[in-house]
Nanobody
Framework: VQLQASGGGLVQAGGSLRLSCAASGGALYSYVMGWFRQAPGNEREFVGGINWSGSIIDYKDSVKGRFTISRDNVKNTVALQMNSLKPEDTAIYYC???????????????????WGQGTQVTVSS
C-alpha cells in the first residue's frame, strides 16, 4: 500500500486547509487511518484518527473543534479539514494506516505501519 498526502501549503492564521490522503496498491476501507504531524525539533504527534467505518473518530485535544477527519472508502481516501489554523499547527502532516485495527484508534505512531510522504503546512501569524 502506498499513501499519498496532499493539500498542504501556506496560510494565514485563522485560515483553512484541507489535506487529502489517497491510497494505491491496496484498499483502506478495512483499517484505522491516522493523521500525524511533526514540527522541527519535535517528535511526531497524533492529530486524529478514524476507524474503518468513520463511526469512531479521535482527535488531539488542541485540534478538537477545529479539525475534522473524514473518509471515503469507495474512493480510498481520507481527508483532514483544518479550520481556524494557528501558527502552532505548522508542521509536516502525515497520513498513516494501522492494518492491525479496524475500530481501536491508537494515538501511538508505532501502531501504524504504512505512511505517506508528508505534506507541509505552514501557518503565518
Amino acid at each position: 500500500v502506498q499513501l499519498q498526502a496532499s493539500g498542504g501549503g501556506l496560510v494565514q492564521a485563522g485560515g483553512s486547509l484541507r489535506l487529502s490522503c489517497a491510497a494505491s496498491g491496496g484498499a483502506l476501507y478495512s483499517y484505522v487511518m491516522g493523521w500525524f504531524r511533526q514540527a522541527p525539533g519535535n517528535e511526531r504527534e497524533f492529530v486524529g484518527g478514524i476507524n474503518w467505518s468513520g463511526s469512531i473518530i479521535d482527535y488531539k485535544d488542541s485540534v478538537k473543534g477545529r479539525f475534522t477527519i473524514s473518509r471515503d472508502n469507495v474512493k480510498n481516501t481520507v481527508a483532514l479539514q483544518m479550520n481556524s489554523l494557528k501558527p502552532e499547527d505548522t508542521a509536516i502532516y502525515y497520513c498513516a494506516t494501522d492494518r492491525d485495527r479496524r475500530n481501536d484508534v491508537s494515538r501511538s505512531p508505532e501502531s501504524y505501519d504504512y505512511w505517506g510522504q508528508g505534506t507541509q503546512v505552514t501557518v503565518s501569524s
